[in-house]
């Protein structure tokens, strides 16, 4: 794994957007259709919001590449502006130019929501391997929505969300907690741990703790993100703050000033 402690959002921002770019660029190149897995959430905007300055001013293309959504809440409405499938077409790609059909997501507004998981499941198997998956952290260190106790071989499924995560959500839905739907579908460790590239970007104080525990703590399902450990190829991107908690700062910030010239993320 990579630790790369930069000073501030921003920085994280472009250096995500570089990594995210690399490998798409390096997928198709080897001949596509490249998956693009994609998070939601606040912590990946300003990496989107490079990707699509990229996109608008310097030509950059995902012609060819197919979105998947890390996850999806239940029970929300087909088009509900607060759906993760909505939020990340909003957000990123109408503006990067991706055809919504190429836009995919678990379907959180199915009749049976467990049989949508499974199917999600197979679509992505059958599209993949991911190229490379946007992840953020939750404060508690969950993943996707695999909260704390989810196994870390899971695949996608229907999971339970803590009244923690939907505290920290409320903010999307005009702060009440109760409009936050209880279920979501979403990725499973396992399924997470087989994109080719993971890369993962926190900011803030707030998640300190989750991303020492990711990085430096043991692997527990108690801690989603110490999956991390178990997959080849990741990218910590991480600002000062929430990066605050990690014991090695101090190494990761050499290997940073000490990377060779095309070693890329
Ligand atoms: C939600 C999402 C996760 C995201 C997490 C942290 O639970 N399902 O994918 O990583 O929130 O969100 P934020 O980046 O806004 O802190």
């Given at each position: 794994?990579?630790?790369?402690?930069?000073?501030?959002?921003?920085?994280?921002?472009?250096?995500?957007?570089?990594?995210?770019?690399?490998?798409?660029?390096?997928?198709?190149?080897?001949?596509?259709?490249?998956?693009?897995?994609?998070?939601?959430?606040?912590?990946?905007?300003?990496?989107?919001?490079?990707?699509?300055?990229?996109?608008?001013?310097?030509?950059?293309?995902?012609?060819?590449?197919?979105?998947?959504?890390?996850?999806?809440?239940?029970?929300?409405?087909?088009?509900?502006?607060?759906?993760?499938?909505?939020?990340?077409?909003?957000?990123?790609?109408?503006?990067?130019?991706?055809?919504?059909?190429?836009?995919?997501?678990?379907?959180?507004?199915?009749?049976?929501?467990?049989?949508?998981?499974?199917?999600?499941?197979?679509?992505?198997?059958?599209?993949?391997?991911?190229?490379?998956?946007?992840?953020?952290?939750g404060a508690n260190g969950h993943?996707?929505?695999?909260?704390p106790?989810?196994?870390?071989?899971?695949?996608?499924?229907?999971?339970?969300?803590t009244?923690q995560?939907?505290?920290?959500?409320?903010?999307?839905?005009?702060?009440?907690?109760?409009?936050?739907?209880?279920?979501?579908?979403?990725?499973?460790?396992?399924?997470?741990?087989?994109?080719?590239?993971?890369?993962?970007?926190?900011?803030?104080?707030?998640?300190?703790?989750a991303?020492?525990?990711?990085?430096?703590?043991?692997?527990?399902?108690?801690?989603?993100?110490?999956?991390?450990?178990?997959?080849?190829?990741?990218?910590?991107?991480?600002?000062?703050?929430?990066?605050?908690?990690?014991?090695?700062?101090?190494?990761?910030?050499?290997?940073?000033?000490?990377?060779?010239?095309?070693?890329?993320?």
């Open positions: 794994m990579e630790v790369v402690l930069l000073p501030t959002a921003q920085d994280c921002g472009r250096v995500v957007a570089d990594a995210v770019a690399g490998s798409v660029l390096a997928a198709l190149a080897r001949g596509g259709p490249v998956v693009l897995g994609l998070a939601t959430g606040s912590s990946p905007l300003l990496a989107y919001r490079e990707l699509l300055r990229r996109h608008r001013d310097e030509g950059l293309s995902f012609a060819g590449v197919h979105a998947f959504l890390l996850d999806e809440y239940v029970g929300l409405p087909a088009g509900h502006p607060e759906s993760y499938r909505e939020v990340i077409r909003r957000e990123l790609t109408d503006s990067l130019g991706l055809d919504p059909a190429v836009v995919h997501g678990p379907d959180g507004s199915a009749a049976d929501p467990l049989q949508a998981a499974r199917d999600y499941e197979q679509q992505l198997l059958a599209a993949g391997p991911v190229a490379v998956q946007v992840l953020g952290i993943l996707g929505f695999n909260e106790g989810s196994s870390l071989a899971s695949r996608t499924r229907i999971k339970t969300l009244e995560t939907r505290v920290d959500n409320a903010r999307f839905f005009g702060g009440d907690v109760e409009a936050v739907p209880r279920h979501v579908i979403t990725q499973g460790l396992g399924t997470i741990l087989g994109a080719q590239h993971l890369v993962l970007v926190a900011t803030g104080e707030r998640k300190a703790e991303v020492a525990a990711a990085v430096e703590g043991p692997l527990t399902a108690s801690c989603p993100g110490s999956v991390l450990q178990l997959h080849p190829h990741v990218t910590l991107v991480v600002d000062e703050a929430a990066g605050s908690r990690l014991a090695r700062a101090a190494h990761y910030r050499y290997v940073l000033g000490h990377k060779l010239a095309d070693q890329g993320w």
